[in-house]
């Protein structure tokens, strides 16, 4: 008897997707991003909200030795540093043979890359390599980006994470020692037209509605979706914005935004829902996922030598730079009297 060659093709192939279906569901599983804690939230008027986090979470405490973020780039606390060597983006331009994880973490939406793209230079410290990415927006209403700068808060801010190596997760590389973690933040805001390469995210968040859902998107290179002049940004040391807070962070907030479509915008604010333990299944849309701002204390916003340093960006930058008018004032008039 003749095999029936046909039916063997059939069987062949059927065994071959399952066997791929099979390495998509391991790869899922395989995901370094774990669902946030559910004993957090951002409305400012639950249990859960940011100024009760230090309560459950003791490094989300605001304070001297425990710098947190996100901040005001206030030019008060700015300082260029002119020597100050250039980003180096390895790989960035790179665009990645296999799929990326996109995932509602409840209380964002993160993007986690594969191996092989590098973060260094400026004034970090040593080289970090390429995490995920996650994004805090607003509302219908109001903007929603972590950092405020001229004054103004974005619609969205998009958020790089940069580990080093062999650390595997945030919270082990930042529990473990300090400057493991490095973010870059770029501003994102609303413009005329769709933005090509967000599209392809913006495109599957509306697929992972609720906590824990997850899927393979197409990769990109990353650096089409930075702003076209990455020499011009802020770097300052700070903390991870949701808990547990834990101040081991490089930060670099680049001057310039990108754009998207206020359609790519809308599929944040209206489709992607976190639970709480209380409300049972019923969802709850995910809005102005943002941390208030922080004090900066003592702390030096260093601006590379092209970023902007403006006069004055808000209210308290011109009181501040008053008094410290005033005081040097008046200690060179009590100085003479002191000797």
């Given at each position: 008897?003749?095999?029936?060659?046909?039916?063997?093709?059939?069987?062949?192939?059927?065994?071959i997707l399952f066997s791929?279906?099979?390495?998509?569901?391991?790869?899922?599983?395989?995901?370094?991003?774990?669902?946030?804690?559910?004993?957090?939230?951002?409305?400012?008027?639950?249990?859960?909200?940011?100024?009760?986090?230090?309560?459950?979470?003791?490094?989300?405490?605001?304070?001297?030795?425990?710098?947190?973020?996100?901040?005001?780039?206030?030019?008060?606390?700015?300082?260029?540093n002119r020597s100050m060597?250039?980003?180096?983006?390895?790989?960035?331009?790179?665009?990645?043979?296999?799929?990326?994880?996109?995932?509602?973490?409840?209380?964002?939406?993160?993007?986690?890359?594969?191996?092989?793209?590098?973060?260094?230079?400026?004034?970090?410290?040593?080289?970090?390599?390429?995490?995920?990415?996650?994004?805090?927006?607003?509302?219908?209403?109001?903007?929603?980006?972590?950092?405020?700068?001229?004054?103004?808060?974005?619609?969205?801010?998009?958020?790089?994470?940069?580990?080093?190596?062999?650390?595997?997760?945030?919270?082990?590389?930042?529990?473990?020692?300090?400057?493991?973690?490095?973010?870059?933040?770029?501003?994102?805001?609303?413009?005329?037209?769709?933005?090509?390469?967000?599209?392809?995210?913006?495109?599957?968040?509306?697929?992972?509605?609720?906590?824990?859902?997850?899927?393979?998107?197409?990769?990109?290179?990353?650096?089409?979706?930075?702003?076209?002049?990455?020499?011009?940004?802020?770097?300052?040391?700070?903390?991870?914005?949701?808990?547990?807070?834990?101040?081991?962070?490089?930060?670099?907030?680049?001057?310039?935004?990108?754009?998207?479509?206020?359609?790519?915008?809308?599929?944040?604010?209206?489709?992607?829902?976190?639970?709480?333990?209380?409300?049972?299944?019923?969802?709850?849309?995910?809005?102005?996922?943002?941390?208030?701002?922080?004090?900066?204390?003592?702390?030096?916003?260093?601006?590379?030598?092209?970023?902007?340093?403006?006069?004055?960006?808000?209210?308290?930058?011109?009181?501040?730079?008053?008094?410290?008018?005033?005081?040097?004032?008046?200690?060179?008039?009590?100085?003479?009297?002191?000797?």
């Amino acid at each position: 008897m003749q095999p029936d060659t046909k039916r063997m093709d059939m069987t062949f192939s059927r065994a071959i997707l399952f066997s791929l279906i099979l390495a998509k569901a391991s790869a899922l599983t395989n995901s370094h991003i774990a669902v946030s804690s559910p004993d957090y939230c951002y409305d400012p008027y639950r249990w859960c909200g940011p100024k009760y986090w230090q309560a459950t979470f003791q490094y989300c405490t605001s304070d001297f030795m425990e710098s947190q973020s996100p901040v005001i780039l206030n030019p008060f606390h700015m300082m260029r540093n002119r020597s100050m060597g250039p980003l180096e983006l390895l790989a960035y331009d790179v665009l990645q043979s296999e799929p990326w994880i996109i995932k509602n973490i409840r209380d964002t939406i993160a993007v986690e890359f594969n191996p092989g793209m590098y973060l260094g230079g400026a004034n970090l410290p040593r080289s970090y390599y390429t995490f995920y990415m996650a994004f805090h927006w607003g509302s219908e209403t109001t903007n929603g980006s972590e950092h405020i700068y001229n004054d103004r808060r974005y619609p969205m801010e998009m958020q790089i994470f940069h580990l080093v190596p062999p650390y595997q997760t945030l919270n082990e590389a930042a529990f473990t020692e300090r400057q493991a973690v490095a973010v870059l933040a770029v501003f994102v805001d609303i413009g005329p037209e769709d933005n090509p390469v967000f599209e392809t995210i913006s495109r599957a968040v509306p697929t992972i509605p609720l906590a824990g859902d997850e899927k393979f998107i197409d990769p990109f290179p990353l650096r089409d979706l930075l702003p076209n002049d990455t020499s011009k940004f802020y770097q300052y040391t700070g903390s991870l914005t949701f808990p547990e807070c834990l101040y081991a962070v490089e930060w670099i907030v680049f001057q310039e935004p990108i754009y998207i479509s206020q359609k790519q915008y809308n599929r944040f604010i209206g489709t992607v829902y976190y639970h709480e333990p209380e409300e049972g299944e019923e969802p709850r849309l995910l809005l102005q996922n943002y941390r208030p701002t922080q004090a900066l204390f003592d702390r030096i916003l260093i601006a590379s030598a092209n970023a902007a340093v403006p006069m004055f960006s808000s209210s308290h930058s011109l009181v501040a730079s008053l008094l410290a008018v005033l005081l040097t004032s008046l200690v060179s008039l009590l100085l003479p009297r002191m000797t």
